[in-house]
């Protein structure tokens, strides 16, 4: 058993390291990854390595292509703007199911992650990673309390989180801000049962992540 904790450590901290990596753009787009020579670089065995790679495969950061080797998955303009579409199409459906029923747990849940999400904003430097693990965790609660499993599971298969962080974590803090402020009001607008406010906060949210994305995607996929 102890040998089975140990390989589990040691896996998450080479999951950890070589998504940071991949995140802050020290391997590019393209790049190819060997096993035999990240197991050297971490002074592991193959297999902590091959686990990490199999959960980053699995979050999209890396792809295998069959008898070439690992590689840090390439970024597509139109397939990003895809996926913020499919994922504002299903916070909308989202929002129109429990903006009636949303309870004041519920509520107060919400509010409460995006205050920590505001005590993050103070750090220097910026946590962008704590960050976007609130911001994660503030819109699924949205889909979750919607309570259809299928749509759910559609929704966390999007994946949208890991490919805003390889576009977005390079850009300036100033725009996290301005965005961050969208989440207090659309937390307003569903404790007001306003739903076109909130439909409308959304789509502005959505469209301000397209447009940041688009001005600084050139020197990000690069």
Request: net charge negative; hydrophobic share 40%.
């Amino acid at each position: 058993m102890s040998g089975e904790i140990e390989t589990s450590l040691l896996t998450n901290q080479v999951y950890k390291v070589l998504r940071g990596k991949i995140i802050d753009g020290k391997y590019k787009p393209g790049d190819k990854l060997d096993i035999y020579k990240l197991a050297d670089e971490f002074e592991v065995s193959r297999s902590p390595v091959k686990s990490a790679i199999d959960q980053l495969v699995h979050e999209g950061l890396l792809e295998i292509v069959p008898r070439k080797g690992t590689y840090v998955t390439q970024l597509q303009f139109t397939n990003f703007i895809e996926v913020l579409d499919a994922r504002l199409m299903i916070e909308m459906w989202a929002a129109q199911r429990i903006i009636n029923t949303i309870s004041e747990t519920q509520l107060q849940e919400w509010a409460t992650i995006v205050d920590e999400m505001d005590s993050l904003i103070e750090v220097n430097p910026f946590p962008f990673d704590l960050y976007i693990e609130l911001d994660v965790k503030f819109h699924k609660a949205l889909v979750e309390w919607a309570n259809n499993k299928k749509i759910k599971d559609i929704y966390s298969s999007l994946n949208t989180h890991v490919a805003l962080s390889r576009i977005v974590h390079p850009t300036s803090l100033k725009s996290t801000i301005k965005r961050h402020s969208h989440h207090h009001r659309l937390v307003e607008a569903m404790r007001e049962r306003n739903l076109p406010t909130f439909l409308g906060v959304l789509k502005l949210h959505i469209e301000s992540l397209k447009k940041e994305s688009e001005s600084c995607w050139d020197d990000v996929v690069k």
